[in-house]
């Protein structure tokens, strides 16, 4: 959401203190404007990126709407740097009218050389609000910006679709759950199937069908392939599957309650990332699909005997940009079964 | 591991929306002004969050003669103005794609007949018994005709499905219509299947009042009689009856808003902790403070209770007529449209603590808030020349807007000399958390179609409300006094004489 108004400081060649000092200023300012002026105070984000690739995730940034962090601390990283520029801002969305508050977010921009990543908590660390949830994320893949920002962190956020390496960019995310909380933005494109998944199944009349999947078949962009492994991990991990395998080709296997599963990830053609359908095969030769399609996803029923039967479960799609929000969103919730599902997912690759 | 190890659906958990049973859902006074407003906004809202069931279908049953297009048609311009969320056409199509409507009176056995054959229809498709909700969002008049319809059309017969009734407030006018019609929506419905709605307790901040009191130990010690003077409850607004005179009229401000929400904001202020926060243990400790509230006898009630109605005044710098002069009132009419009360609360914990309700049309401004007032100290150390008013702590949970929790505490002013002003510390929801709270239709209609009456009015607490409602109400439909007050104002000047011990009102 555009701010209305902003309130700004900038300085080159500056210090961390300085701008610390000015950000307290510029919010005493803003509340001398008005009292109707009120600080967010939920979390703070770091955001480690190429500087001459910022403006994409500023523009990233812009479109998570009531999701905005309330400090938001930009480390652009260009070569050769040695000296910190910054340029700090308090933005409102609105003018008070009497007796109304209105949001005001800070956005810090510091301009940095790969040279400081190593010492970024010691820069960072006096412009975070104590005791709020400090997200760090680095889209670009400054990973040693977020090891050094490991004590003052408490959540990284990432996105494992983004690493062409998808065994890799997993067994990161479980390095980084030992000591953090980790928010993948490839587990939330899969929230939406899990939830529908679930739904299908809840029904104490269907619920025995879990126990005689024989097959799981997950549609996806070639991107995201990670996404669907996490999807893959989850049923293997809620279903109490024994470790299952999958070789570069897609094809692999799990060990379910009743025998093997056999699991496929193939190819899908859509225009957005993340899953375009899964199709779970029951032992009476009986399928449920579930596609990706306009206003929800359709489910399809094939029964034993081929008759067919189709139904929407609605559902408006979030967007890239709704994903990012959410992400962010969820850095402040926990949920008990990514841990679970990953280990699961990434065990299926070794 | 089996799945039996595992316990119900283990690919529910850690979802944040749980599943939901499929369902048809079915509104009564589909084309009234609720439905309009609120009902079809709120189950679309829950169409694009992805909240409704698998299988859902939507039913509208009214008397206007509209076919299922037609109706489609007035759904979806509810829904494209009222909805909180800009909807996606798509959505909106799957939504209302297989709607139905039902066109008939609501005592004719052909409009059940026809609802079945609906509801049939939908089962056949889903192959399946799909549970049931009934919305009963019509007149009052019309909850027990429509309850014994159903069942005589064997509509509620709940042995291969779940089957619910949501009923609309009001639940009666008084106990003895509130007892009769709990009377015939029981004959036909088990307690566990009547969901009786208060929208009240569908809002964040009042559900926020249980995380507050049971999730913080700070204040469970000054919860009680020895450290809180007084607690006051105000739900005021600035505008008037609007269009609503024909229902205002005859029910005025203690029957519309104190009979329910008030009294049940107060029984959540001062329940004992539950042993769980499952819908019948938080229920029963809710009635046990209604209980304990003693029934007005009707020589007191001229001092614990006020009524009074608004005379022309100025409201948000405009002009605006007194009660007697709105569309649609009675130039005679002896209606409250402000109710303010003492109440006690006779049990261990609150005994002798003065509980102030009040609620108004055309007051000063909207605001619903509990704010909780503490003994002053028994003894100020600091000379008092000099110092703006030491004022008792209190400790304000605002409801709407701003949603939030304040406590004022008495701080040094800056200077050399010690002197003393109450400041505000503030908690505003809107600056804590990210997420939008959702509309209280939606999450109730949510909990209705999961079986959870957490959030709902157990038949026993809306009669434990009536019996305290009641002697007030009959004594007022007698006659006695009413006051008037200027609209825009604080409220009447007599509102000070239910005070005790130099309390005041504070500020609307």
Known sequence: MPAVNDNVWAAQGTTPAAIEAALRDLLIERHNESDGYVPARVLNLVCVVERQWSGEIANRLRRVGRYHPSRTIVCAVSDGRSTIDAVASIAADATPSDGEHVLTHELVILDVGEGHLERLASIVDPLVITDLTTVVWAPHGHWSAVEALRELSQCVLLDSVEDPDVAGALRRAQRLLADRYVVDLAWLRSTPWRERIATLFNPPSRRGLLEEITSLRIRNVAESGASALLLCGWLSSRLGWGQGSLHRDGHGRALGSLGAVSVELESAQQDVPGLGGVTLGFRDSSALSLDRSDGGLLATQRDADGAEHSWKLLGASRGEGGILGEGIRQTLLRDPTYAESLDAAAGMLT | ?508
């Not at chain 2, 009052?140 to 014994?148: K, Q, S, Y």
């Not at chain 2, 510390?425 to 209280?440: H, I, K, R, V």
């Not at chain 2, 009641?470 to 007022?476: F, G, H, K, R, T």
């Open chain 2, 1 to 508: 591991m089996t799945l039996a190890d595992l316990g119900p659906n283990p690919l529910a958990a850690g979802l944040e929306r749980l599943p939901v049973a499929p369902t048809n859902l079915v509104i009564f006074g589909a084309t009234g002004d609720l439905a309009r407003r609120k009902l079809l906004p709120a189950i679309y809202n829950l169409a694009h969050e992805g909240a409704l069931p698998g299988r859902f279908n939507l039913v509208g049953v009214s008397r206007g003669e509209l076919s299922d297009a037609e109706y489609r048609d007035i759904a979806a311009e509810s829904i494209r103005r009222f909805s909180r969320t800009p909807p996606d056409e798509s959505v909106l199509d799957g939504l209302l794609s297989e709607l139905r409507y039902v066109s008939g009176s609501f005592d004719g056995s052909a409009t059940y007949e026809a609802l079945g054959a609906a509801l049939a229809e939908f089962d056949a498709t889903a192959g399946d018994a799909m549970a049931r909700v009934f919305y009963l969002s019509t007149a009052p008049e019309f909850f027990a005709v429509i309850v014994g319809e159903l069942s005589a059309a064997g509509l509620t017969v709940a042995e291969d499905r779940d089957v619910r009734a949501i009923i609309e407030k009001p639940f009666g006018t008084s106990l003895a219509e509130a007892r009769a019609l709990n009377e015939q929506v029981l004959s036909a419905f088990d307690e566990s299947q009547v969901f009786r709605i208060d929208h009240y307790l569908g809002k964040e901040t009042v559900q926020n009042m249980l995380a507050f009191r049971f999730a913080n130990g700070m204040f469970e010690p000054l919860w009680n009689r020895n450290y809180i003077a007084n607690v006051q409850i105000t739900a005021a607004e600035d505008i008037g009856i609007e269009s609503r005179a024909g229902y205002y009229d005859h029910a005025g401000a203690l029957r519309d808003l104190v009979s329910n929400h008030m009294l049940q904001l107060l029984a959540l202020l001062c329940m004992e902790p539950p042993v769980s926060f499952t819908a019948d243990d938080v229920r029963d400790e809710k009635v046990k403070v209604l209980h304990a509230i003693r029934t007005p006898r009707e020589e007191e009630i001229s001092s614990i209770a006020l009524r009074a109605q608004y005379r022309a005044g100025v409201s948000g710098g405009e002009a605006v007529p007194g009660y007697l002069e709105e569309d649609g009132v009675a130039a005679d009419s002896h209606t409250e449209t402000y109710a303010a009360l003492r109440l006690e609360v006779d049990n261990w914990r609150w005994a002798g603590v003065p509980f102030y309700l009040r609620t108004g049309k055309r007051l000063a401004r909207k605001i619903t808030e509990i704010a909780v007032e503490l003994r002053p100290v028994p003894h100020l150390a600091f000379e008092q020349a000099g110092s703006l008013g030491v004022r008792p702590n209190q400790l304000v949970m605002t409801i709407q807007p701003n949603e939030g929790v304040s406590l004022s505490l008495g701080a040094k002013i800056p200077g050399t000399r010690m002197r003393i002003r109450p400041v505000n510390m503030e908690f505003l929801y809107g600056t804590a958390f990210l997420s939008q709270s959702p509309e209280a239709y939606e999450r109730l209609i949510l909990d209705a179609m999961r079986g959870d009456a957490t959030l709902f009015t157990r038949n026993d607490e809306v009669e434990a409300q009536w019996r305290i409602c009641d002697p007030i109400v009959s004594a007022w439909a007698r006659g006695g006094r009413l006051a008037t007050y200027a609209a825009g104002s604080q409220g009447p000047q007599e509102a000070v004489d239910l005070l005790l011990d130099g309390a005041q009102w504070r500020a609307i």
